[in-house]
């Protein structure tokens, strides 16, 4: 008998993800992608000897990561080795002032403790609600579909009414006093894609995965992470197209029948897309798309960036392989994201140095530098505004790290919101997909199944749960489930058995 096909728009972490659970179900799955590498948002640049992560270079949460190998019969640790970073950042606040985050605990503690006498008790209560958060959360909550409110309505979830009102930065400040300690506890959130004073304070759930779980790095990179799941996808029989671009979806009542790329067409059973989302809906005549242009310009967008790719002839001094520097107004800088959408003056930016701690990432003696800078989306983007902050960056690593670093620039490759419009048709240039505000939770956010269509469905950091490497794969597996509750009758489940 002949398996039901499913296609697959784009080949970065959710649809792999997806691509997996489906093949694993049975369904005979095909991946389309316009790029010529998979990876999406998190591919990878190799110059001159340098290895540089494009996108994603934090690895949180291992244990979404490990799940999603042990759902197949497998480790992590069977397709790359992870290193436990320590420290697990650093973070600088002026010229040679900065705070070191230890990868555990009791060091941690000890570090707040040092800083604001009597903190640490403080640090302990706030990490035991966040425990508690992570505990509903990702073992949980962000495995809900989002199709129905009740999903999510729990005894648990009642108690924890208040810190879905209550915002992160409030209940920061309400445990620490200290600002730089208030900073660091502010930081994970920012992942998720908003303002800490817009993020409710459940998802301190972040700072359990910042402070408990700590911060890994797969040697060779993020990028390992993405061969891992081609791999896997691969042994699980998923056939993946690069240089694919698919321009047009073909429906016929109700139903998408196939889809169009340059000079093919691909007939499919199902429609899954991890393409950004209203891209998708573009693909498709205007009466079959759920959101209009005025629904997205009226959402909270992530942030884009600014990415500087740099490989420096020496090994840089007082910097750490994740490095982020908070010496400028946080608040100002938020402003210009989400209220102005200008460029910051002052901004705080992020910097990783892979090289610090994977010998695979630079020739000997040399260092890889990755520098971000959060951006609003559809920010103007010039090579004379690029030109301009990389010089404001290497100013700031210049005073704050105390050295010389401009005469030891081998290359630059800068990226923006052109190129995330280029590369990935990203909305608005967007690097990180729709931020996690309350009214952009769960059943607020775009759905995975369209509402028009009944084979169309969608995965991603534009849908549920959200940004980020492992909601990411979580998406991939919440989507792939659904498929299976509304076409399980039509399936032919087959399901493949790997090796062990
Ligand atoms: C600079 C940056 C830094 C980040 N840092 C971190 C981090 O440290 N830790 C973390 O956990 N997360 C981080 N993230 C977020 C994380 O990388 C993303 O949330 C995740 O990679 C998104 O995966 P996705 O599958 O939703 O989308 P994508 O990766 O965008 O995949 C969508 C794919 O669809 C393809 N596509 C688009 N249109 C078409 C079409 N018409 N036909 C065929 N294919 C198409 C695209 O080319 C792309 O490959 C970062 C993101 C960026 C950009």
Redesign the pocket.
């Known amino acids: 008998m002949l398996k039901k096909k499913v296609i697959i ?7 792999l993800s997806a691509a997996c659970y489906l093949a694993n179900a049975g369904y005979s799955v095909q991946i ?4 010529d590498t ?5 591919r990878q640049k190799i110059r001159d000897g340098f290895t540089f992560d ?7 949460m291992p244990d979404v990561f490990e799940q999603f190998f042990n759902d197949f019969g497998k480790s992590a640790s069977d397709y790359y080795q992870l290193q436990k970073l320590n420290p697990a950042y650093q973070v600088y606040f002026g010229p040679q002032d900065y705070i070191c985050i230890a990868d555990n605990f009791k060091a941690i503690k000890d570090t707040f403790e040092s800083i604001e006498p009597g903190s640490s008790a403080q640090l302990q209560k706030f990490m035991d609600i966040a425990e508690d958060n992570y505990n509903i959360a990702i073992r949980d909550l962000v495995y809900k579909p989002g199709e129905h409110l009740f999903e999510i309505v729990t005894p648990k979830t009642i108690r924890k009414l208040g810190s879905f009102i209550n915002t992160i930065k409030k209940q920061v400040a309400s445990y620490i006093k200290n600002e730089k300690l208030r900073k660091i506890l502010e930081f994970p959130v920012l ?1 998720l894609g908003a303002k800490p004073s817009n993020t409710p304070s459940f998802y301190n759930f972040m700072n359990y995965a910042d402070f408990k779980l700590g911060t890994w790095h797969p040697i060779g990179g993020m990028y390992e992470v993405v061969k891992a799941m081609k791999a896997l996808a691969e042994e699980l029989g998923v056939e993946i197209h690069t240089n ?4 047009k979806i073909h429906v016929k009542n109700k139903d998408v029948i196939a889809v169009e ?1 340059e000079g093919t067409n691909y007939n499919c059973d199902i429609l899954l897309s ?3 989302y209203n ?1 998708t809906e573009s ?1 498709l005549d205007e009466s079959y798309r759920q959101y209009s242009l005025s629904y997205w310009e009226k959402k909270t967008f992530a942030p884009s ?1 600014l ?1 500087f790719y740099v490989g420096f002839d020496k090994e840089l001094k007082n910097l750490s392989h994740h490095t982020l520097f908070f010496d400028t107004d946080f608040e100002k800088h938020a402003a210009t994201i989400y209220d102005t959408k200008e460029w910051a003056e002052d901004p705080l930016f992020y910097a990783s140095f892979p090289s610090k701690s994977d010998h695979t990432c630079a020739p000997k003696g040399k260092e890889a530098g990755i520098f ?1 800078i959060p951006i609003a989306p559809d920010s103007e983007d010039t090579e004379i505004i690029r030109e301009k902050y990389f010089n404001i960056i290497m100013d700031r690593l210049e005073k704050t790290t105390n050295q010389p670093v401009r005469p030891s620039v081998l290359f630059k490759e800068s990226y923006c919101v052109k190129d ?1 419009k280029a ?4 909305c608005k240039g967007n ?3 729709l931020a996690n505000t309350l009214l952009q939770t769960h059943i607020l956010r775009p759905k995975l199944k369209s509402k028009k269509l009944d084979n169309l469905y969608f ?4 849908t549920v749960p959200g ?6 794969l979580i ?1 991939g597996k919440i989507v792939s489930d659904l498929i299976l509750k509304y076409h399980i009758n039509e399936a032919i489940i087959r399901p493949v058995k790997l090796p062990v």
């Open positions: 728009i784009g080949a970065g972490f959710s649809s389309l992608e316009k790029n998979v990876g999406g948002r998190a494009i996108g994603p270079t934090f690895y949180w992942f694919s671009p698919v321009s790329t991890g393409a950004d891209h693909l960036a990415l971000l995330f590369d990935y048709n990203s690097a990180y997909g995965t991603g950091q534009l940004p980020g490497v492992p909601p990411s998406s």
